[in-house]
């Protein structure tokens, strides 16, 4: 993970949205028939359907997020379902605001 791709992931309104919701899943999506909202994640197809964007455009969103540390992606039958990962983000914010 570096830096490039940390704020560029931060820099997009839709991913800062993403990046909320995960935080408190059971409060913004019903629950799943696969996969657990907080255990596992939310999956790819709520999220796409939540934002009004299409799956391929939420995979770019998340590939970045991903990329970047800030979310952990996890495979349930044959959909994908993302998690915030909490412990990666208290370092990237230790680090920024150290940076500052």
């Known amino acids: 993970m570096q830096d490039v791709d940390i704020i560029k992931a931060l820099a997009n309104e839709r991913r800062l949205i993403i990046l909320e919701w995960l935080k408190d899943p059971r409060a913004h999506f019903p629950p799943q028939v696969d996969g ?13 359907e939540k934002l009004g964007i299409t799956q391929a455009t939420l995979s770019e969103h998340m590939r970045v997020l991903t990329q970047a540390g800030l979310v952990r992606a996890r495979r349930i039958k044959q959909w994908t379902f993302y998690k915030r990962d909490e412990e990666q983000i208290r370092i990237v914010k230790t680090g920024l605001l150290a940076r500052l």
């Open 36 to 48: 657990d909202l907080t255990e596992d994640g939310v999956c790819a197809l709520l999220l796409a």
